[in-house]
């Protein structure tokens, strides 16, 4: 079955540390977003790209980095300049949209990162 | 801009209605509804593109407003599978979508 793929589902971060989140799609899909889920908040969106070798910052880049070297790949990095980064992190993926997000967004099923 | 949706919670019996509403302070010009179970990825319910139009998803429906910069979310006779978060994400020209933060639904027997 095609889904979307986030591994690990748990993750600690130490002090200083940068840690990555994977993110895979079999879906075909060429746009892939990365969301930042605080509790009481929704989702908000920290990268998003529409195309290989291409992304863009969202609404809360700062302290986050991304990839997009495969098709099927988006993955985040936690950085330490991120000095909040405990979250529940969701990756999503859809075909090429045009200007008016026209279409569905299919989720993975996240990953919860923590401070140690 | 973040659109507001109201009301945080609902709490139904198995069988009632309820209404939940997203507005924005942007023009929109497309609305998509998520439902997000606790700790499970959020799921595809609907996506409006047009002023006006409606969509229906099993007996969930949606309207769009376009006029008032609203969409509303309908759920009718709910069942348990019903119960959940529900989230609005609104899109303005060349914008990417903007969620709200979240209609929690619980329907109890």
């Known amino acids: 079955d095609g889904g979307i793929t986030q591994s690990p589902k748990y993750l600690f971060r130490k002090e200083g540390q940068n840690v990555t989140l994977s993110c895979e799609q079999n879906l075909n899909h060429d746009a892939m977003y990365w969301y930042r889920q605080d509790p009481g908040q929704g989702l908000r969106l920290i990268y998003y790209?529409?195309?290989?070798?291409?992304?863009q910052k969202g609404d809360i880049a700062e302290g986050y980095s991304v990839s997009r070297e495969k098709k099927e790949s988006f993955p985040l990095t936690v950085t330490s300049a991120q000095k909040n980064p405990t979250a529940f992190y969701l990756c999503a993926s859809s075909i090429a949209e045009d200007r008016y997000s026209n279409q569905p967004q299919h989720f993975g099923d996240g990953t919860r990162l923590s401070i140690l | 801009q973040q659109p507001v949706q109201s009301p945080q919670a609902v709490i139904l019996r198995e069988g009632e209605d309820a209404v939940i509403n997203c507005s924005s302070s942007k023009a929109l010009y497309s609305v998509h509804w998520y439902r997000q179970k606790h700790g499970e990825a959020p799921v595809f319910l609907m996506i409006?593109?047009?002023?006006?139009e409606q969509k229906g998803h099993e007996k969930i429906s949606a309207s769009f407003n376009e006029k008032k910069q609203q969409s509303s979310l309908y759920l009718t006779a709910s069942q348990l599978s019903y119960s959940g978060t529900y989230f609005c994400g609104t899109a303005d020209s060349w914008g990417k979508l903007q969620f709200g933060a979240g209609t929690q639904v619980v329907v109890t027997p």
């Open positions: 790209s529409q195309i290989v070798n291409d992304f």
């Open positions: 409006l593109l047009k002023g006006g």
